[in-house]
């Protein structure tokens, strides 16, 4: 590695992060899943011609219109589209080091708002921190001052605990976890986890069972173990297991910290969008339409023709209502449904029966959430293709479940059953070392 007198440091690797491999057990299911699917997305590319030119097209002129330092809005929409890529087409891996800004005791992490970046389309990186390169901090810089939820912030969208929290790599892959699964796998794996059926996982717990899944894994390796510092690091293990690591987790703390990293993620996007409206409790039809949209990275061209459609139906009102937080909340959460929901029009559409507001609204209600009429009028304007006051529920379907997966389940190769029988797999060995020991 090479480093210059501004503090930054180039380095071609994530040194440290194979220590932190063991820590996260409870989301080692869903951070595999994701990991080989990310990983299965970069293989397919390669197989695929199309993707791969995809990947690679504009890569050497954005590099060059990265550095050369020039501010106008041509090169900065050259290098979202960078960016965008690598969020879309790489590796993990490649995401974390290209999106991370510090490297603290010879490992290297994000920031909270590095993460955000990451994960949200048309962020813009920081200019002085490109691919591996770092913002060099003392050893002691990382050590965590403050237990509290990741993402905390104040009512104008400032992160209030970004100081002393820090995200390693191992961190990273849990966090897209929970912005992908699905509370059911959790709940599976979970469940999986607890070998004694006690109801309660300890750290010791996740790491085993974190390093019999990592044997499993086309990429990453685990093999450190888990010591003092690397839980003085982690204000994510702390906020689990306390701060010396000696608390159990049970289910409902798992899913509690889950829910509450989600909605404030949410909230953080939510103020992001309603940046025009004078309430920042509230924010447009138009607003959330992109919202939605960018979570579930839809292509620019359709992207333009589904806003297109909600500014022209709001245009013609007179009174636009708007949609408080708490509503949008309520629809994340709806989301996760959205599986049911899609067997639910499925069953209208092959019956011939034409999907109108009624039958949207029905639909609905079938899986337990229920909408006030502004929330049912918006939803059925995004996926009205035509205008003719049919639901296109394929699209609506398909384009929810992205936005339910941030974008991270787009591709037709995710892994899955490979994650799963690699789970499955582990447990039958840990059960047979059990049954023997």
């Given amino acids: 590695s090479s480093s210059s007198s ?3 440091q180039i380095s071609t690797s994530v040194p440290g992060a194979a ?3 063991t820590l996260l057990g409870a989301g080692a299911v869903a951070a595999a899943l994701v990991l080989q699917s990310q990983q299965a997305v970069c293989e397919a590319a390669k197989e695929n011609p199309a993707s791969k030119e995809r990947e690679a097209e504009g890569a050497e002129d954005d ?3 990265i550095k050369s330092g020039q501010p106008n809005s041509f090169r900065s929409s050259r290098i979202r589209a960078y960016e965008d890529r690598i969020r879309t087409y790489s590796t993990p891996d490649k995401v974390f080091r290209y999106f991370a800004t510090v490297r603290c005791g010879g490992q290297v992490f994000m920031r909270q708002e590095d993460f955000l970046r990451a994960v949200n389309t048309g962020d813009l990186q920081p200019q002085k921190y490109l691919l591996d390169v770092y913002q060099e901090l003392p050893e002691d810089a990382c050590i965590v001052k403050k237990i509290a939820p990741l993402f905390q912030h104040n009512d104008n969208g400032e992160l209030t605990s970004a100081e002393s929290s820090f995200i390693s790599y191992p961190e990273f892959l849990f966090l897209l976890s929970i912005l992908s699964a699905s509370r059911r796998q959790f709940e599976l794996a979970f469940r999986m986890f607890d070998l004694d059926s006690s109801g309660q996982v300890d750290l010791a717990e996740f790491a085993n069972v974190q390093h019999a899944l990592a044997k499993n894994s086309a990429t990453r390796k685990s093999e450190a173990e888990v010591t003092q510092r690397s839980i003085q690091r982690s204000p994510l293990l702390q ?7 000696s608390k159990t987790l049970d289910f409902h703390k798992f899913v509690s910290t889950l829910d ?19 309430d920042r409790k509230l924010i447009s039809p138009v607003g959330f339409a992109k919202m939605l949209l960018d979570y579930a990275r839809v292509k620019k ?7 297109q459609r909600v ?4 245009e013609e009102q007179e009174n636009c209502h708007p949609i408080c937080f708490k509503e949008v909340l309520e629809f994340f959460r709806f989301l996760k449904a959205i599986d049911d929901v899609g067997m639910a029009l499925h069953l209208y559409d092959s019956a011939g029966v034409n999907i109108g507001p009624k039958d949207f609204e029905r639909a ?3 899986v337990g959430y229920s909408f006030p009429p502004h929330i049912i009028e918006f939803a059925f304007v995004l996926f009205d293709r035509d205008g003719d006051g049919e639901l296109d529920y394929s699209e609506f379907v398909k384009i929810m479940k992205d936005a339910r997966s941030h974008g991270l389940g787009q591709k037709s190769d995710l892994g899955v059953t490979r994650g799963l029988s690699a789970l499955v797999q582990c447990v039958r060995e840990k059960l047979a070392d059990a049954a023997f020991s």
């Fill in 311 to 314: 500014k022209k139906h709001y």
């Fill in 19 to 21: 220590r932190y491999g």
């Fill in 239 to 245: 906020y689990l297991f306390g701060k010396d690591g």
């Fill in 63 to 65: 590099s060059a219109e």
């Fill in 6 to 8: 501004s503090g930054l």
């Fill in 364 to 366: 609905i209600r079938a």
């Fill in 301 to 307: 061209d359709l992207r333009k023709v589904l806003l």
């Fill in 260 to 278: 509450e990293i989600q909605m404030n993620v949410i909230h953080l996007n939510f103020l992001k969008y309603n940046s025009e409206m004078e």
